[in-house]
């Protein structure tokens, strides 16, 4: 039971001094005042304490851990680029140490579900997508992994060297299999497998229409890279005649199974067709600012009726990115081109939490503090300096994170007075920093 804390449950009024009560892993009751009298309840006293749902985040690529600061200010194809050659030597060992990592770090800034597209799969190196699997257990995170492909290589007129692309055939067999291992389709699920092809340009259109037909098929959700930058627009404009979003429509990319990482460049049609066909978009502004490709129609989206969530997108593109920090991202980058009534700090909050478990699909077991909903919960310390805000959401929003006082998924203690419970935090850190050197120590010796 958490009692005497100001409650934001998104869903609802909120509450300046309340109770949650916890039963099972799911929210069983809230309410203001002290909580019921239960005498078998452990009590978790929160006065000075903001409440909101658990953060979800919807765009990464946990792998990127491992070269983050490198390409400081190169555009998005010239850091590309670059960086395939080092991700090509990528193993399970560096997937799994990057994946403990970002998620360790994820859950610090409050994220109870991410989910992570997960493209390359270089031969030869063991089983990748299984690596971030343990990786995530062990944090105790609710996990989306995205299955992803890529079947464009060099010689196909693609970006990717050709070690790092799989065939068509390879990557349907093996997304089937990936489904049939892991997905999970039940309320209380911890793992859900999406199906997520790179982006539409270093994918073939028949690998887009039959990734989506196999996922549509097998009752999964639909993930992809589009409109990130104004040469993907070019690009697209040149070769296919049309919007990389008229692109997606004709690929069957459109619909409420499917959420995109980043569309920055939208024309009104665009934003349009994202709204009726209920599509999501994954929100990434500091990625979309490091990389220099502009500022997402956050405000057009949503006056469109857009589903929207929050991604860091992976760390190679935002270092160190805390979920918490997007939210305050994402509002002041609409403010900065559209005005003080861009986005307001309830907005934000809403786009990290229930906007995101839409994109996911979970919307009806996460993304708001709900009787009934799975306790995925953050409780955040806003007395102290930060007791001179009037309002804690502003608090939360509009300055940087404040300290986590505890972090539950489904009930368990995930964080606790800002550290990670579930595994030792040191060595989840020092072997996310090891995974650096061992693939800077593989590309020295070419393997
Ligand atoms: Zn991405």
Redesign the pocket.
Known sequence: MIEHAYLTPVAGPEIASGHLVIENGRIAALGAGPGPDLPAARRLDATGCLVTPGLVNT???LYQWATQGLYQDASLFEWLTGLYRLWARMDAEIVHDTAAAGLGWLALSGCTTSSD?LYLFPKGRGDLFAAEVRAAREIGLRFHPCRGSMDRGRSAGGLPPDEVVEDREEVLTRTLETIAEYHDPSFESMLRVAVAPCSPFSVTADLMIESAALARRSGVRLHT?LA?TLDEEEHCRAQMGCTPVEYADKLGWLGPDVWL??AVHLRDTDIRRIAETGTGI?H?PS?NARLGAGIARVTDLLAAGATIGL?V??AA?SELTSLAGEMRQALLFQRAVRGPRALTARQALELATVGGARNLGREREIGTLEPGKLADIAVWRVDGFRAAVADPVCALVFGPRPPLVRLLVGGRTVVADGELRTAAQDVVGRAGALAHRRLRRFEQEGR
């Open positions: 765009h990464h690529h597209h890279h990130e990482a980043h994954a990434c990625s991604g997108d992976g593109s």
